[in-house]
């Protein structure tokens, strides 16, 4: 029988509130996975080219960012040859109609809006995790 690695994630959100929230959150739900936070795009793409780095088969990306924004750090990924088809799902507070196309026509895999309460957010962790597992193990099959 194959047994699946743990699904690793990566969050990039420049708001350590955010951040905390999230790894609070994939403890709650006793997430299968491993989660690791990223505090910039710059940030996350020094860490791609680290000797030995493990590759995450999903990012979870802000939108609004100093420095480099969202869909800046998106642009660069999906130019990147080595990460170019690791989904990026856009985590945003943001519902603007504009941001939405933008994000997909940048090829991101999916435009999710941050939810308001910790608990509606803990679902959405929840169900975002339960997905990308069953993604994961149909690709080992």
């Given at each position: 029988?194959?047994?699946?690695r743990k699904?690793?994630?990566w969050l990039i959100d420049d708001s350590p509130a955010d951040r905390a929230l999230a790894e609070e959150a994939f403890v709650q739900c006793r997430a299968d996975c491993n989660l690791t936070t990223f505090a910039s795009g710059l940030d996350t793409l020094t860490a791609l080219h680290l000797p030995g780095v493990v590759l995450p088969d999903v990012i979870l990306l802000d939108l609004q960012m100093p420095g480099m924004d969202g869909f800046e750090v998106l642009k660069v990924l999906k130019e990147?040859?080595?990460v170019q088809y690791i989904p990026v799902i856009m985590l945003t507070t943001s519902q603007s109609e504009q941001d939405v196309q933008q994000a997909y026509q940048q090829r991101a895999s999916a435009y999710l809006t941050k939810a308001v309460t910790f608990e509606a957010f803990l679902a959405q962790v929840k169900s975002f995790v339960e997905f990308w597992v069953k993604a994961q193990l149909a690709t080992r099959l």
């Open positions: 029988m194959i047994y699946p699904l690793q994630v990147q040859e080595l």
